[in-house]
Structure formats: C-alpha cells, structure tokens
T-cell receptor
Framework: AQKVTQAQTEISVVEKEDVTLDCVYE???????LFWYKQPPSGELVFLIR??????QNEISGRYSWNFQKSTSSFNFTITASQVVDSAVYFC????????????FGTGTRLLVSP | GAGVSQTPSNKVTEKGKYVELRCDPI?????LYWYRQSLGQGPEFLIY????????DSGLPNDRFFAVRPEGSVSTLKIQRTERGDSAVYLC?????????????????FGPGTRLLVL
C-alpha cells in the first residue's frame, strides 16, 4: 500500500528558530516521486519541491532544505531561521507509479511561527 | 502566466441539490486532476483526466459524483443530490501531461479550491 505519514500534527516555534517537519512514506515501487507543498491560510497549495527515488542528494533552496533517506523511507523538510510568513500547513505527498498520476498526501503538519 | 483557476470560490447549497464546480487549468496542460480536502486532512484524489478522457476515476466516492472535460481544457465536477458529508474544499490541479516516461511524477499545480458547504 502507498502511504504517507506526517506524525507531527502541529509545531510551534519562535521566529528565527530552525524547525524540521518529518515525512515517512511507504511504497513497493522502485521508482517513485516525493513532493512537499505549502498551504498558507489562503488555502492554495504551493509547490515546494519534487524529488525522484533515484536522487538521494539533499537539496537546499534558501532557508529550505530537504533530507531524503531511502534507508528509512523518510523525506524530511527543514526551515532554517523561521519567519512568521512560514506559518502554514505543510504536506508531504507520494506519487503512485502505477501508470496513473495520483498523489497520496499525508495529513499535514501545521507550523505556527510567532514573532 | 496564469495559474489554475476555480469557480466559484465558495458554494453554499442545500442537501439534495445539484452543484457544478469549474476548473480552468494552466494553458497548455493536458493533465487535470480533482482532489477533495476535508477539514484537517490532506487532499484525497478523485479523478484524473489526460486530454478529454478520464484516465482514472477510482477516487470518486459514488455515482453521485461525475466530471467532464469535453474539449480537453476546462473541467467541471458535478455532484448530484448533495449530502452534508460532501462539504469540503474541492481542489483542481494540472500538469503538463507529457508522454511515456516524461509523464511520470509530473509536478501538479493546484488552484485555490472551491469551498462547498451543504446545509
């Protein structure tokens, strides 16, 4: 079965703290894709990153970084020096490589960054 | 360029009524998806179109739900005999929709959603 688990329901930090959002996935596919999306209070899902299963290099984009570890089936997301504007719900998602294009989402982690 | 647009942004209806939700994908995107997001949950897949045809409708909860995309661009999600449990945010997404290997795991770009409330 394809499944994504985001065990952290809500995280609260103070501005400038670093925070890591956890994502654990389950799949039997050898080729798969993982995504992170941000959903601010406005409601629109904003794409952050896409990673395929053959590329285990960690990625950094500004204050954002992602740690992909196939050995533990995890794809964790770290925000360095958090800002109030980072407050949102963050979703990790797994693409099902079954010939179709559906994304399986986790339940999301709500991040609250206070000034 | 313009992103995915959805109308209406909010829809309030009464139990038993019929509703239509519209999605206008990013220009040139041939793949279109509908998801449903209940409060406190992640989006759940409903249906996927490649061009005009529904390539996967396995996520539609029952036969009250139906979606069309007659010209391969705009899509309409139709819900008959609405029930209170249908209340949710309905999200539409699109992706370029390449062929073969290039289509795998394409990034899906989401619209702002339609918030449906069934009273």
């Amino acid at each position: 079965a394809q499944k994504v688990t985001q065990a952290q329901t809500e995280i609260s930090v103070v501005e400038k703290e670093d925070v890591t959002l956890d994502c654990v996935y389950e799949t039997r596919d050898t080729t798969y894709y993982l995504f992170w999306y941000k959903q601010p209070p406005s409601g629109e899902l904003v794409f952050l990153i896409r990673r395929n299963s053959f590329d285990e290099q960690n990625e950094i984009s500004g204050r954002y970084s992602w740690n992909f570890q196939k050995s533990t089936s995890s794809f964790n997301f770290t925000i360095t020096a958090s800002q109030v504007v980072d407050s949102a719900v963050y979703f990790c998602a797994l693409f099902m490589n079954t010939g179709f294009q559906k994304l399986v989402f986790g339940t999301g982690t709500r991040l609250l960054v206070s000034p | 360029g313009a992103g995915v647009s959805q109308t209406p942004s909010n829809k309030v209806t009464e139990k038993g009524k019929y509703v239509e939700l519209r999605c206008d994908p990013i220009s040139g995107h041939t793949a279109l998806y509908w998801y449903r997001q209940s409060l406190g949950q992640g989006p759940e897949f409903l249906i996927y179109f490649q061009g005009t045809g529904a390539a996967d409708d396995s996520g539609l909860p029952n036969d009250r739900f139906f979606a069309v995309r007659p010209e391969g661009s705009v899509s309409t999600l139709k819900i008959q005999r609405t029930e209170r449990g249908d209340s949710a945010v309905y999200l539409c997404a699109s992706s370029p929709g390449g062929t073969g290997v290039t289509q795998l795991g394409e990034t899906q770009y989401f619209g702002p959603g339609t918030r449906l409330l069934v009273l």
